[in-house]
């Protein structure tokens, strides 16, 4: 048996609502065209990542409908549809005038009219986990929040979260329904959400770090990044996702290509193991 195809697992799991995901994930929307606008430059290859992506023991994968927009669910849909062993994750509330362009949109009825939609597109049922992509500062607070309860009573979704929140609004959020994940900006040189994130592992919250890969003057040669990966017969960003898995129990990176061969890079870092010193030693670099 080639154990690629377990390769995943040695990342952990954690348990979102009854589903247990394997914590290292995949993250779609990379799979869009340039500007996270329009379809693939080569679909056959997008559409084999997917494909691809659960042989290897990767049963997270983390979308939106602002990705294309539509594109990346639609691609998600047509390449596992029928896939009950996938815990497929997708957003709403940011609208896409055009490449690079997002703008909040949290009206309540426009939130329920785009997760429904979702469903078409992934082929589902009942949407595995529903995230709200921005809380929009132009509509209460309340009634956004209201929206994912309706959704939540109709059966649409299954259970829902946050992205890109403080701890107070996640507590606010918590009054009108249970906070599974949160989505924030999270990684190694990137960490203005570390008071969420020890929230997060407080209250079993799933923590999705976006952006995971990237880590700045750390990749430099001679770096402390690059020197680890040298030691480990490794990539600088396979070092940087071993060191998110290793800094909580909650996090569920989900790194994102178009490629089968970067995809299978990115998780096999789900076999490193960084000792205390070197996690450390990390985590000291970037203060």
């Not at 559409?47 to 990767?58: K, W």
């Not at 426009?110 to 597109?121: G, P």
Request: with cysteine; net charge neutral; charged share 25%.
């Amino acid at each position: 048996m080639d154990d690629t195809k377990t390769i995943g697992s040695f990342s952990g799991s954690f348990k979102i609502g009854e589903f247990v995901v394997n914590r290292l994930g995949f993250g779609s929307m990379r799979l869009t065209g340039r500007g996270v606008w329009g379809p693939p430059a080569d679909r056959q290859q997008a559409l084999a990542t997917l494909r691809r992506a659960p042989e290897l023991g990767v049963n997270f994968i983390d979308t939106a409908d602002s990705y294309g927009p539509d594109v990346a669910e639609e691609l998600i849909g047509e390449a596992l549809a029928g896939r009950r062993d996938i815990l497929v994750a997708t957003k709403a509330g940011l609208r896409r005038p055009g490449p690079d362009q997002w703008m909040p949109h949290g009206r309540p009825e426009y939130l329920v009219e785009r997760a429904k939609s979702s469903l078409k597109k992934l082929r589902v049922e009942q949407i595995g986990l529903w995230q709200l992509h921005r809380i929009d500062p132009r509509v209460p607070m309340q009634d956004q929040f209201g929206a994912i309860q309706q959704l939540l009573n109709e059966g649409v979704i299954a259970i829902a979260g946050l992205s890109e929140v403080s701890v107070s609004e996640i507590e606010i959020a918590s009054r009108y329904f249970k906070v599974a994940t949160v989505q924030n900006r999270y990684n190694l040189v990137d960490r203005g959400s570390k008071d969420v994130l020890s929230y997060c592992e407080s209250n079993g919250i799933g923590f999705i770090p976006w952006f995971p890969l990237a880590a700045g003057d750390l990749v430099r040669p001679g770096g402390v990044l690059d020197a680890l990966a040298k030691q480990h017969f490794a990539t600088p960003g396979q070092i940087a996702l071993a060191w998110m898995l290793k800094r909580s129990p909650v996090m569920l990176p989900i790194p994102g290509t178009s490629k089968v061969d970067h995809l299978e890079q990115n998780v096999a870092a789900a076999r490193l193991q960084l000792s205390d010193d070197e996690f450390r030693e990390l985590d000291q670099s970037v203060r």
